[in-house]
């Protein structure tokens, strides 16, 4: 049975960066694709970008390149996803979403979500 | 402004038939998905591809395309089906995903 179990909520000051988690299992981590997804409050689900865990090629949104990295540890079948420079804007749920197989963007299971909160 | 459009809120009565639709240029070349979302939870996956349910998606979800449209279409809607559902797919140079902006569907 495929988990996807992140890290826990944050709470960060503008122009921080954060780092959020996602930890698979149920399956072969490296065969799969991951995507990272955020809904900021009250509103609808944005695509942050994707990584191919099988030698972390990237693909990330245009709107957040510079800023968004994502990479993934074979050895602990985790994938992560930092992003820097961080505003009042960036509050939203950071999720994980595992692809149907290599860049489908078909977003098969979901992580519960991470709350990043950006505050003074 | 998302390159994929949804109307806003949608309305069925109880046990009819509803559909939702997601119109973008880029339905054209590749397949949707969509997902479903209730209040404070992870959105699940519930139909991708031509008209494909992951396992344990009740068969009153189905879908369709025509032209640049995908439809999401719920036959015998459930009181349990009312939430948020979104379209996705590549965006028009497909090489970045994109999201629909949501339809809210309330059961009456």
């Known amino acids: 049975q495929v988990h996807l179990v992140q890290s826990g909520a944050e709470v960060k000051k503008p122009g921080a960066s954060v780092k959020v988690s996602c930890k698979a299992s149920?399956?072969?981590?490296?065969?799969?694709?991951m995507h990272w997804v955020r809904q900021a409050p009250g509103q609808g689900l944005e695509w942050m970008g994707m990584?191919?865990?099988?030698?972390?090629?990237?693909t990330y949104a245009q709107k957040l390149q510079g800023r968004v990295t994502m990479t993934s540890d074979t050895s602990t079948s985790t994938v992560y996803m930092e992003l820097s420079s961080l505003t009042s804007e960036d509050t939203a749920v950071y999720y994980c979403?595992?692809?149907?197989?290599?860049?489908?963007?078909?977003?098969?299971?979901w992580g519960q979500g991470t709350l990043v909160t950006v505050s003074s | 402004s998302s390159e994929l459009t949804q109307d806003p809120a949608v309305s069925v009565a109880l046990g009819q038939t509803v559909r939702i639709t997601c119109q973008g240029d880029?339905?054209?070349?590749?397949?949707a998905s969509w997902s479903q979302q209730k209040p404070g939870q992870a959105p699940v996956l519930v139909l991708y591809?031509?008209?494909n349910r992951p396992s344990g998606i009740p068969g009153r979800f189905s879908g369709s395309y025509s032209g640049n449209t995908s439809s999401l279409t719920i036959t015998g809607a459930q009181a349990e089906d009312e939430a948020d559902y979104y379209c996705?797919?590549?965006?028009?140079?497909?090489?970045?995903?994109?999201f629909g902006g949501g339809t809210k569907l309330t059961v009456l």
């Open positions: 979403a595992r692809d149907y197989g290599s860049g489908s963007y078909y977003l098969f299971y």
């Open positions: 149920g399956y072969t981590f490296a065969t799969y694709y």
């Open positions: 990584i191919n865990p099988n030698g972390d090629t990237t």
């Open positions: 880029s339905l054209r070349s590749y397949y």
């Open positions: 591809g031509n008209n």
């Open positions: 996705d797919s590549r965006d028009s140079s497909g090489n970045y995903g994109v």
